[in-house]
C-alpha cells in the first residue's frame, strides 16, 4: 500500500496547490514553514482526487502526468484504498504535525473537508451532467477544480492569522484562479476528453478569449491584496500561460 500511494503522491507535477498554500501565508505576513504541513496535506488531497478521478467508473484515464494511472499500475481495487489512505492521510498529518493553536488546526481542518466535499459535488456534477449551460459548466469548475484552489490560499491565510473579516480579498482573488485553471485546462485539452467544457460549448477562440479575461481579472483581484504578492502573481502567470 505504501508504494502505491508514494507512487501517486511523489509523482511529477507543478505543485501549484501547496505552493499557493505557502504564498498566501507569506503574501498575508506569516512564515510560510509554519504551513508546510497544511501544504503537504494539500497536495496529498489533490493526489486523492487524481487517483479517484483516473479510475474506469469515472474519467477511465490509463496514463496520468506520462505516466501509468494508479489504478493501471497496481489495478483497481488498490487504487480505490490509495486515494482513501491520501485522503485520510492528509487530514491526520495536519492533526499530528500543524504546530498551530486549536482554533487555527480545526479552520485548516474546515477548509480541507470543504474543498474535499465541493470537489465531490463537481464531479458529481461532471458525471451527470448531459447538456450544461455556461453558468452550470462554471459553477461545476468553481466546485470540481475550484474549491481545492481557494482552501489552498484560505488554509495559508489561517496559518498566518489573518483575521476572517480580512480574508475577502484573497478569497475572492483565489475564486477567480480556479476558475483560470479550468478554462487553460479545457483549452489545453482542446474538447477531446468527452467531457464537459467550454471548448466544447462555445468553441476554441471563445475558450481563449475568456483565459484572456479572467486571467486580467485575477491580476485585478490580486493587485487588492496587500502584502508581498510575489510568488501569489508568480503562481498565476504559471497557471495562465502553461502548456500541459
Not at 22 to 47: F, N, S, V
Not at 67 to 84: F, I, K
Not at 214 to 234: F, K
Request: hydrophobic residues 45%.
Amino acid at each position: 500500500m505504501d508504494d502505491a500511494v508514494r507512487y501517486s503522491l511523489l509523482s511529477p507535477g507543478k505543485r501549484v496547490r501547496p505552493r499557493l498554500c505557502l504564498a498566501a501565508t507569506r503574501a498575508a505576513g506569516g512564515d510560510p514553514e509554519r504551513a508546510l504541513p497544511a501544504a503537504a496535506a494539500l497536495e496529498m488531497i489533490h493526489a486523492f482526487s487524481l487517483v479517484h478521478d483516473d479510475l474506469p467508473a469515472l474519467d477511465d484515464d490509463d496514463l496520468r502526468r506520462g505516466r501509468p494511472a494508479s489504478h493501471v499500475r497496481y489495478g483497481e481495487a488498490v487504487a480505490v484504498l490509495a486515494g482513501d489512505a491520501l485522503l485520510n492521510a492528509a487530514y491526520s498529518h495536519v492533526i499530528r504535525h500543524l504546530a498551530e493553536p486549536a482554533d487555527v488546526k480545526l479552520a485548516v481542518l474546515a477548509e480541507l473537508s470543504g474543498g474535499v466535499a465541493a470537489m465531490i459535488d463537481g464531479q458529481y456534477l461532471d458525471v451527470t451532467a448531459a447538456a450544461p449551460s455556461e453558468d452550470d459548466l462554471a459553477r461545476l469548475h468553481r466546485l470540481k477544480t475550484g474549491a481545492l484552489i481557494e482552501a489552498s490560499v484560505a488554509c495559508g491565510l489561517w496559518v498566518a492569522g489573518l483575521p476572517p473579516d480580512d480574508q475577502g480579498p484573497y478569497r475572492r482573488f483565489a475564486a477567480e484562479l480556479g476558475l483560470l485553471f479550468q478554462i487553460v485546462d479545457d483549452v489545453l485539452d482542446d474538447g477531446t476528453d468527452g467531457e464537459p467544457s467550454y471548448v466544447t460549448l462555445l468553441g476554441r477562440d471563445r475558450a481563449r478569449e475568456m483565459v484572456h479575461e479572467s486571467h486580467q481579472r485575477a491580476l485585478e483581484l490580486l493587485a487588492a491584496i496587500d502584502g508581498d504578492r510575489s510568488q501569489l502573481a508568480e503562481l498565476t502567470e504559471l497557471i495562465a500561460r502553461r502548456s500541459a
